[in-house]
């Protein structure tokens, strides 16, 4: 037998999914669909009570599914092989796991560093989601963008209800009524869902995004792509950052695009860092009363000056919303999405045959190893932790 893996029997395999705890979050780490292709695989999983409530997916529909609902968290993850989350877990659950547990999900490592640093020495192994690398074949376990897919359709549809016009031209017998302009600035995935999701409500449609690669797909959904000649995509896709110089020139183009919009959707962001400001103060002073402002990065410091996280604010007759965890507002397509792209994860971790890999080798393992053997191998977290000696 290889040293990569352990040989379990199915049934020796124990999937446990937790209740996300952390307040506002509706979704859940997999939904029947997925565990019922799990149990029928012969792994035992179980789900804790009401984990699929706020998704509207209730326990009978995981019995149905052959799970088991365990009562409380104690009896959750006694003995659990594998345990699945949305949010992190809480450094009170990792007291509860055997060593040698892995868990999956979106672990935000630098804003839960005593979570991590405990995980460690209880020699749990963790897998980040965030941090799977995005390459072809890790395109079905991609959560950042699965996840980002639901907060750009939240994101259109939270600035149409805050919007006081129609988004459609209407033809009335009270007369024609012009549709509105939706600009969205940032056209990675929940830009683009944003996109598509305004043009289908009837919106006029502008966006921009510093990739000029992006205008191709841009303009494949009918919206106009604002051009400045200015490339600023660097290595995975992501956005590098401006030049003083490319900022005012940015700056100038995004400010008249700002003032003539009725709904701005904002999405740009560079991990592991502070959202840069698209839209100054100044800027929200020259908009026109009644328009809205959703800004997607309002939890990481926020796209417009005036953003406050997990507020919605009025400056100069402009609604600025600054939304929080805006997947958890789609929950049920949002948990869809996520446990399938953990089942696929899980397909890396147990083969066809039922034995578990404990050597992770694998490129995708590999990048979004996050804690294993009593050690944090993801380094910038080790940094972190080391800097502040947890």
Do not use: W
Request: glycine share 8%; aromatic share 4%.
């Amino acid at each position: 037998m290889s040293t990569a893996t352990i040989a379990h029997k199915p049934k020796d395999i124990v999937i446990a999914v937790v209740k996300e705890q952390a307040a506002g979050e509706q979704r859940v780490a997999a939904v029947p669909e997925v565990v019922h292709k799990l149990t029928s695989s012969g792994y035992e999983v179980r789900v804790e009570h009401d984990a699929g409530a706020g998704a509207f997916y209730p326990d009978d529909l995981y019995v149905a599914a052959g799970a088991k609902i365990a009562p409380g968290r104690a009896e959750l993850l006694d003995g659990a092989t594998i345990v699945l989350c949305v949010q992190p877990l809480a450094i009170a659950d990792v007291e509860m796991l055997s060593a040698s547990t892995i868990v999956i999900g979106f672990m935000n490592a630098a804003n839960n560093l005593s979570t991590v640093a405990r995980m460690r020495d209880r020699e749990v192994t963790a897998f980040a989601l965030e941090l799977v690398p995005r390459i072809t074949r890790a395109q079905s376990m991609d959560a950042l963008s699965s996840q980002a897919t639901a907060g750009g359709y939240a994101a259109a549809i939270l600035g149409a209800y805050n919007c006081p016009k129609f988004l459609p031209m209407l033809t009335t017998a009270a007369g024609t009524i012009r549709p509105a302009t939706v600009l969205i600035l940032g056209a990675g995935v929940a830009g683009l869902t944003a996109i598509a999701t305004a043009k289908r409500l009837g919106a006029m449609v502008e966006a921009y995004d510093v990739r000029r690669a992006a205008g191709e797909q841009v303009r494949s959904l009918g919206a106009k792509f604002l051009e400045l000649e200015i490339n600023a995509e660097s290595e995975g896709g992501y956005a590098r950052e401006l030049t003083p110089e490319e900022k005012v020139k940015e700056q100038q183009m995004v400010s008249a695009a700002v003032a003539r919009a009725d709904i701005v959707i904002t999405t740009a962001s560079i991990p592991g860092r502070k959202a840069p400001v698209l839209i100054t103060k100044e800027t929200v002073a020259t908009m026109h009363p009644g328009a809205v402002i959703v800004d997607l990065a309002a939890e990481s410091g926020g796209n417009c000056e005036l953003t406050q996280s997990g507020k919605t604010v009025k400056e100069h007759g402009v609604t600025i919303v600054g939304p929080q965890n805006l997947p958890a507002r789609v929950a049920f397509h949002a948990s869809q999405m996520y446990a399938r792209n953990l089942q696929s994860f899980l397909s890396l971790l147990i083969n066809e045959g039922g034995a578990l890999t404990r050597e992770f080798t694998d490129e995708i393992l590999a990048a979004s190893l996050l804690v294993s053997a009593g050690e944090v191998r993801h380094q910038p977290t080790l940094d972190l932790i080391r800097g502040g000696r947890l």
